[in-house]
């Protein structure tokens, strides 16, 4: 069935160090991976997707791997900043006859510690 | 831009009672989206509107209806509100169903 598993659910990381979320997905036929983060009280709001025909994508210190193979993908944030302490939710896109849908992951919160 | 608009921002609800939360997008999306947060369980998908005209059912659609009113208004509704249904309750829009979401800032509903 449809799913999408998120690792770790809480990370803790010292400022200017790296973080790196993981997803994987079970359906095969999906093709579309964006990645959202939520700041308190907000919505999630979109940070970088990816489709299944690149293997991966940068946007400045912010970069998507995905492994079609294994079915997963991975947000890596490089020089981490205290502003980028958020929850993080990966999604993989399900195709139906009527369109699509996403399905979440459960989130990751991200602790950058100054 | 407003984006996506919800209302209210905020609701208290005695168990049985009815309500209905709405979602208002002006960016000329033709899919919306009614999604749930509850803590550790990430985002649920509660029902979808692929396009003008067209609802499917997500993952938890028990205990609600939707309506997509025009291409801008998605609303939800909930007939006889449970203690269960106490969460933050997002509004979503896309342009189409594989693009990026753009979600609204939530509406927190507490069902006592």
């Known amino acids: 069935g449809e799913n999408v598993e998120q690792h770790p659910s809480t990370l803790s990381v010292q400022e200017g160090d790296s973080a790196v979320i993981k997803c994987t997905y079970s359906?095969?036929?999906?093709?579309?991976f964006p990645w959202y983060k939520q700041e308190l009280g907000k919505g999630p709001q979109l940070i970088i997707d990816?489709?299944?025909?690149?293997g991966e994508k940068k946007d400045q210190r912010i970069a998507v791997t995905l492994n079609k193979t294994a079915k997963h993908f991975s947000l890596h944030i490089t020089e981490t900043q205290p502003e980028d302490s958020a929850v993080y939710f990966c999604?993989?896109?399900?195709?139906?006859?009527?369109?699509?849908?996403?399905?979440f992951g459960q989130g990751t919160e991200l602790s950058v510690k100054p | 831009n407003a984006g996506v608009t919800q209302t209210p921002k905020f609701q208290v609800l005695k168990t049985g009672q009815s309500m209905t939360l709405q979602c208002a997008q002006d960016?000329?999306?033709?899919?919306m989206y009614w999604y749930r947060q509850d803590p550790g369980m990430g985002l649920r998908l509660i029902y979808y509107?692929?396009?003008?005209?067209?609802?499917d059912k997500g993952e938890v659609p028990n205990g609600y209806n939707v309506s997509r009113l025009n291409k801008r208004e998605f609303s939800l509704r909930l007939e006889s509100a449970a203690p269960s249904q106490t969460s933050v309750y997002f509004c979503?829009?896309?342009?189409?169903?594989?693009?990026?979401?753009?979600f609204g800032s939530g509406t927190r509903l507490t069902v006592v």
């Open positions: 979503a829009s896309s342009e189409f169903s594989d693009y990026g979401y753009t």
């Open positions: 359906d095969s036929a999906s093709n579309y």
């Open positions: 990816i489709r299944s025909n690149v």
């Open positions: 999604a993989a896109y399900y195709s139906y006859n009527q369109g699509g849908k996403l399905i």
């Open positions: 960016m000329n999306h033709n899919s």
């Open positions: 509107s692929a396009s003008e005209g067209t609802t």
